[in-house]
C-alpha cells in the first residue's frame, strides 16, 4: 500500500519555465490537498479538490493551477515559475467525513532560479 | 493573520522527562485538531487528534489537551526519547468544503539522550 505518491522528489526549474507536479494516491480518499512549506511558515494550503473534476482555491494559490481529472490523481501546474514559488511541496488526501486525518506524501523540493 | 499558532520555534527535552508542546488557535469553526511530526526529507505523519467534544486524548505516551474556552491545545509526550526528535506541528480543521488543515508553524523538538 504505497498511500500518497508525489513525483518529482526534486527539481530544479529557471524563472519562467514551466512544470507539473503529479501526487497519486491509492486510498480512494475523496479529498486531496497541495500545500507548500516555507521556513517558519508551517504549511500553506495552495488548492485542494473535494472530488474528481472539482478545484477550489486555498490560502495561497497565484501562480499555480491544478486538476482532478481522475479521483486517485492531483496535479499542480506552474506555469511561469518565480524565484518565490521555491519551497517544498506536500499532496494529501483523506477521506470523506468528518474527525479524520490527512495522509501526506513525502514532498518535493523545488528551486527557481 | 495566523489562525493556528506555534510560538515556540524549538524545545530541548532531557531524555526520560516530559515534552509539553503548546499550540493556540483563534478560529471558533475549528471543530478538530491535529498533532503531526515531521522528520528532515519525509512528510507528515499524523500522530494523534481531538474533537472539540473532548478535552483529553491518550495514545501510549501522547496526550492531546484541549482547552475551548482558552482556545489552546497541547500535547504532552512522556517520557521524552530521542527518537522523538522532530518537527512537530500543530493543525486544525472544520472551516471549510474540504475540511482542510490549517497548520501552526511548528516546534522543534530536540530530546537529549
Known amino acids: 500500500n504505497a498511500g500518497v505518491t508525489q513525483t518529482p522528489k526534486f527539481r530544479v526549474l529557471k524563472t519562467g519555465q514551466s512544470m507539473t507536479l503529479l501526487c497519486a494516491q491509492d486510498?480512494?480518499?475523496?479529498?486531496m490537498y497541495w500545500y507548500r512549506q516555507d521556513p517558519g511558515m508551517g504549511l500553506r494550503l495552495i488548492h485542494y479538490s473535494v472530488g474528481e473534476g472539482t478545484t477550489a482555491k486555498g490560502e495561497v494559490p497565484d501562480g499555480y493551477n491544478v486538476s482532478r481529472l481522475k479521483k486517485q490523481n492531483f496535479l499542480l501546474g506552474l506555469e511561469s515559475a518565480a524565484p518565490s514559488q521555491t519551497s517544498v511541496y506536500f499532496c494529501a488526501s483523506s477521506p470523506h467525513g468528518r474527525d479524520t486525518e490527512a495522509f501526506f506524501g513525502q514532498g518535493t523540493r523545488l528551486t527557481v532560479v | 493573520d495566523q489562525q493556528v499558532k506555534q510560538n515556540s520555534p524549538s524545545l530541548s527535552v532531557q531524555e526520560g522527562r516530559i515534552s509539553i508542546l503548546n499550540c493556540d488557535y483563534t478560529n471558533s469553526m475549528f471543530d478538530y485538531f491535529l498533532w503531526y511530526k515531521k522528520y528532515p526529507a519525509e512528510g507528515p505523519t499524523f500522530l494523534i487528534s481531538i474533537s472539540s467534544i473532548k478535552d483529553k486524548n491518550e495514545d501510549g505516551r501522547f496526550t492531546v489537551f484541549l482547552n475551548k474556552s482558552a482556545k489552546h491545545l497541547s500535547l504532552h509526550i512522556v517520557p521524552s526519547q530521542p527518537g522523538d526528535s522532530a518537527v512537530y506541528f500543530c493543525?486544525?480543521?472544520?472551516?471549510?468544503?474540504?475540511?482542510?488543515?490549517?497548520f501552526g508553524s511548528g516546534t522543534q523538538l530536540t530530546v537529549l539522550p
Open positions: 493543525a486544525a480543521s472544520g472551516d471549510g468544503p474540504a475540511r482542510q488543515l490549517t
Open positions: 486510498m480512494n480518499h475523496e479529498y
